[in-house]
């Protein structure tokens, strides 16, 4: 049986801390009501927000390179009998008004898009710091879209500065993730003359072009037959495909100097990183588990074509230039799940609408 409760029912009391909640004391620690936020309520609180998520994502970039976060690396799952999916854990930690500790657990099985199904599927577990007890269950397949592509929207931006703002847009691979990257650009400000499009996948590049025409985006829409032609003729880059080893491999491509959002991290040859600046989320995260920009350190035996992180553009302490092809590869850290994650919480409960598991936890008296 669930139950729709307010976060201030006194009934109720949570120890969760939002940023209009006073700190609560910890001598007296009380569990917390679980709540289950499924896709639909998510989409509601995040859907026409794309700003708003933009700087929480990027206030949760500034609290990583601030230390004030705990994010270990991913576990990953992976399957003898069926080696193209796996299911990643990432366990994370957050300090700050939005104080929240958690975990995403996300799956990538490829071969579900021939059924006409997302790759991936996840959810996202809320603790409360005070109790280490779960207080919500939420669908993050959503989360984890929006938060990449506040991700990637707000690279673009900072990864822009100094430059002509970008007219021609080419995205390889067309599924969810490029979708809501193109959303969130959209409605953080961005506009093209030109839109490209490339996939292996024709019947995916289709339905891509056509969710880009009923979106009533302005400027032409041209599906590309391969990835040269898109990135020849593109000033903003967004590469999120399912790759998992180098496809793109010829430097010369890039000679026009794009800024290039490697969201899928495994697409590009090291020789196309060493040519560029390399900007990554997190310099440890990133490389690990065979992306580019670890197959680049395998080859070179250093890390010195790491030139920083978002973080560091966004606080001035690196500069983009403008002359060089410049590359976002961003690992995806949880604590931009948790971060969106506790947005849409605090959200839902201060409206009043969620969605309370009544008696989820059992035995809470120690003794009996």
Known sequence: MTVTQPLSDPAQPLSVRSTEDPVR???DPAVPPFAVVPGRQVKQVLDGREA???DVVEAAYHLHAEGRTVNP????LRFPDRPASRIIALPASLSGDAQVDGLKWISSFPANVRSGIPRASAVLILNDPVTGYPFACMESSVISAARTAASAASAANWLSLGRPRASRVGFIGAGLIARYIHTYLRRTGW?????GVHDRSADSAAGFRLYLEQSAT???VTVHRDPEQLVRNSDLVIIATVASTPHIAVPAWFDHHPVVLHVSLRDLDPQILLS???IVDDTDHCLRAQTSPHLTEQLTGNRDFVHGTLADVMSGRVSVPADRTAIFSPFGLGVLDLMVGKYVYDQLARSGELAVVEDFFDELSRYG
């Open 73 to 76: 690396a991913s576990t990953f």
């Open 218 to 220: 302005e400027g032409r």
């Open 25 to 27: 004391s910890t001598e």
């Open 52 to 54: 708003t998520v933009k």
């Open 191 to 195: 506009s093209f003359d030109d839109i």
């Open 276 to 278: 560029a600046t390399n």
